[in-house]
């Protein structure tokens, strides 16, 4: 077994696995049954023991509540990080109308995570039909995700409290580690595939080489163009402050009121240079006041 088994394996369920279209039960629209929603994903592979885990417990990074492969998973050697890319038709249709989320977008988000979720679960009967062991973080009973605050510097010298969500496994930073990709000025990870889709990971006793991170800085990727923050609809993103999540999350929450149980936006990651790919070069573009 090697890395190609897990990429191939995961290639197949994306592209056959009924789970990754939307069934008629659920459409939001007679049309949209069947809509495929994820791409097969790019797959990063993080040796455990990598001191770069180590950083993430740092309080700027993550902080100390961030849980180390091996506090997970007693015996973890590898972290396989995953990026599965929305489809074409999801980014496309979440571009049409810049101020709310499209029913593709929505059911990418919501239906596209619990097939991200089944392929996790496909990739760990895998591994441990091998005798290897697995576990999911972000399905494990101990994850947590918070709302967390920090005196931070503001531009104009003084210290703001700063709210941020955080978690005790960030599936975009466990990313960046594993060498997919760096972050964005919208918080978002930029990839090779680019920023629209959704990010998940495994850990296994499997052990696996891995991959080199092929940047050295944590937001390389990103231009600073000012497109996320101009298409933002809640003026959550500027080239000043960066992204700031309460604005983000009262406006992902007004979308939750009227499409519960689905919700989402992504608006900073459609019709943005990052959201295929990595950015050509630094194009800067005025943004609007
Ligand atoms: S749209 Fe531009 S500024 Fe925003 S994350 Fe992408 S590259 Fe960076
Ligand atoms: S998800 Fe929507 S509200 Fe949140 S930062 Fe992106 S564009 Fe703004």
Redesign the pocket.
Known sequence: MDKQDIRDLLKDFVNNDAGNRVSGELALRPDLEGLKLLEPPLVGFGESGDPAFKTLKEPEVVGSHFMLPQEWLEGAKTVISLFFPFTAEVKASNGADMNWPSDEWLHARIEGQDFLFQACRHVQGFLEARGFSCLIPSLDRRFTSNISGAREKSPAGGKNRRLYYTSNWSERHVAYVCGLGTF???R?L?TARG?AGRFGSILTSAPFEGDPRPYSRYDEY????????RNCPAAAISLTEGKRHPPCAAFVDSTMEKHQPRYGCGK?QVR???ENGI?PARRPIALRS
């Open positions: 964005g000025l919208s978002g930029i920023m990103c231009t600073r163009c000012g497109a996320c923050a900073c943005v240079p990052c950015p």
